[in-house]
């Protein structure tokens, strides 16, 4: 055990007092996990959209104090009761979605939605007993998505904790907590285009990118990336994206602009967008007889999808996907393996770097659109 272990820790965090308001460097006091949990000390961690969806909290229920992040990489300083898996001195992902490994989705082979550690946005405690486990002052600290990863030293649930190859460089592997993931297993895991196939991509951030770099690992040949900003496409090339098309260039609906570019449509299509109408639209570009489309982005509360019946009775498939059907603690491991083989190429994700210090940076990045993934190093 380490020398800490069983000890509150005193160290540094970048709290949010208010929504949309620059994060504040805290000394918080971090306590030992409970039963079933791991403290881990972060190392590097990366700023999400989903970071700053949150701290902008426009419509959202605001929670604040709080502590946002949960794309990082760590290593295991101390763990709670009953924890097996893990031990101190192991380097790990923490992850917004867990593996319970006990309830019925855990044990399905189809589906990675636990039933215990699903992910809660508004939820700002830990399950085990309802209670923060930061501090400042004595005055409690949310947590966010179960993770709280801009701080040094983080509580989380163990079945939200995937144990990595110790020789894989944090800095880089640390982005598979959330967003590459989701994109590339919604290609490789869900729409699994063949070697030759066509495939496009609606919506080249971050996730899109991601998807369109599994249909590269894939040898999917026509990779159409599709975009209402142009000038995503050069970045997107990097990714295997090799056509481009914005909607905005046509006067006819992008699913049409499609199906005349590829003889039908396309045989996958991903959605990364969360608009629903790009949702149709990618549906209803996919060839008939065997295409199939995936949604991966979340769209409005009351958002509807709408499209002929015949679109289904034509043999056209559709599918949804959470986190790219990835089990974190079962399948991350792998993925990082793919990644230290190179198969899988992590180090064009990566546009920024900054000192955690100065993680307000990675936030005007963001916001900019300028960044795809900015690592923020804890050790300065």
Known sequence: MSSTAGQVIT????????????????????????????????LFTALCHTDVYWWEAKG????????FGHEAGGIVESVGEGVTHLQPGDHALPVFTGECGDCPHCKSEESNMCDLLRIIPDRGVMINDGKARFTIRGQPVNHFLGTSTFSEYTVVHAGCVAKINPAAPLDKVCVLSCGICTGLGATLNVAKPKPGSSVAVFGLGAVGLSAAEGARISGAKRIIGVD????????????????????KDHDKPVQEVIAEMTNGGVDRAIECTGNVQAMISAFECVHDGWGVAVLVGVPSKNAQFKTHPGNFLTERTLKGTFYGNYKPRTDLPKVVEQYMNGELELEKFITDKVPFSQINKAFEYMLKGESIRCIISMEE
């Open 228 to 247: 209402l900003v142009s000038s995503r496409f050069e970045l997107a090339k990097k990714f295997g994206v090799n056509e481009f098309v914005n909607p």
């Open 11 to 42: 160290c540094r965090a970048a709290v949010a007092w208010e929504a949309g308001k620059p994060l504040v460097i805290e000394e918080v006091e971090v306590a030992p996990p409970q039963a079933g949990e791991v403290r881990l000390k972060i």
């Open 60 to 67: 959202q229920t605001p929670l604040f104090p709080r502590i």
